[in-house]
């Protein structure tokens, strides 16, 4: 409780905490208690983008979601067919997903999983190609950064291993889209992002095939070398300090985020960039 008292003496808590507590709206909830600001979106707003069964219902029918049904026990058959994955409700990094192609996969996934979690979703898997799309909040309202495109070299998807070894995957910056294309996956990562409640920054994940199938957003997003939004922001002229900057004024923008959604109008600018390739 001692710890817990001593955030009142912070002007702002810089949330970097990623996963249960951090991410949940745990945290998100303490503060709210205290009265501290912190970076970042507001309880109920990370606690359904935490649960990715909560944040597909909640979205269900305001963005493009592939199919998806709970499993809570153990199948001998993917209920929605293959190839399709397999992975936790609440889970981040891609740690537990499962890509299964047939019955023995999926039985091996949920063997892997069921124990761990309790319960998993099972989704339609779209083979596409996969784009992340940052975003971060300005006195003038959202901006949408340059579309990343990940093109994991040795793994079937950008997986724990791909997303935290260097030199695994490959970084497009921006994606290879037309103009249209570009403004129909920000329009939908915004509105996902903007319905849900998200404030201060964030990423919205999902898969490119002739529209954007929205995968997940994620509310603490990484902030290393190797992680997306920074590349995305140094695509749109952003240096990592200023990124740090911009996130951190974020939370002095708004009033007390309580509730966590805030149905105000927002400026939107959708930010562009020279097209290189890293990685």
Same mark, same amino acid.
């Given at each position: 409780m001692e710890k817990v008292n001593r955030l009142k003496e912070f002007d702002v808590v810089f949330n970097v905490l990623h996963g249960t507590f951090g991410e949940d709206g745990s945290l998100q909830a303490i503060l709210d208690f205290l009265g501290v600001r912190y970076t970042g979106s507001g309880m109920m707003a990370s606690l359904?983008?935490?649960?990715? +069964?909560?944040? #597909?219902?909640f979205l269900n029918g305001v963005v493009? /979601?592939?199919?998806?049904?709970?499993?809570?026990?153990?199948?001998?058959?993917?209920?929605?067919?293959?190839p399709c994955v397999v992975k936790p409700r609440r889970e981040g990094s891609s740690i537990g997903v499962f890509i299964c192609e047939d019955d023995e996969e999926f039985r091996?996934?949920?063997?892997?999983? +069921?124990?761990? #979690?309790?319960?998993?979703?099972?989704?339609?898997? /779209?083979?596409?190609?996969?784009?992340t799309v940052s975003i971060i909040e300005r006195e003038n309202g959202f901006e949408v950064l340059p579309i990343l495109e990940l093109r994991p070299k040795r793994r079937?998807?950008?997986?724990?291993?791909?997303?935290y070894t260097k030199g695994e995957t490959e970084f497009i910056l921006p994606a290879?889209?037309?103009?249209?294309?570009?403004?129909?996956?920000k329009n939908a990562a915004l509105k996902a992002f903007v319905e849900a409640g998200c404030r201060g920054f964030g990423r919205v994940d999902g898969i490119f095939k002739d529209k954007f199938y929205f995968l997940e957003i994620n509310t603490v997003p990484g902030l290393t070398e190797l992680s997306d939004l920074p590349a995305s922001a140094q695509a749109a002229g952003i240096s990592f300090e200023?990124?740090?900057?911009?996130?951190?004024?974020?939370?002095f923008l708004k009033g007390e985020k309580t509730d966590g959604f805030h149905r105000e109008t927002?400026?939107?600018?959708?930010?562009?960039?020279?097209?290189?390739?890293?990685?």
């Open positions: 359904i983008c935490f649960d990715k +069964l909560l944040t #597909y219902k493009d /979601i592939p199919e998806f049904v709970e499993v809570k026990e153990h199948l001998d058959t993917s209920p929605i067919g293959y091996h996934a949920l063997k892997e999983d +069921l124990p761990l #979690y309790g319960s998993v979703i099972v989704q339609r898997y /779209i083979k596409g190609r996969e784009m079937k998807f950008y997986d724990y291993v791909a997303k290879p889209l037309s103009k249209e294309e570009e403004e129909m996956v200023e990124l740090i900057e911009i996130i951190l004024k974020s939370a927002h400026t939107t600018r959708i930010t562009g960039g020279p097209a290189h390739t890293a990685g």
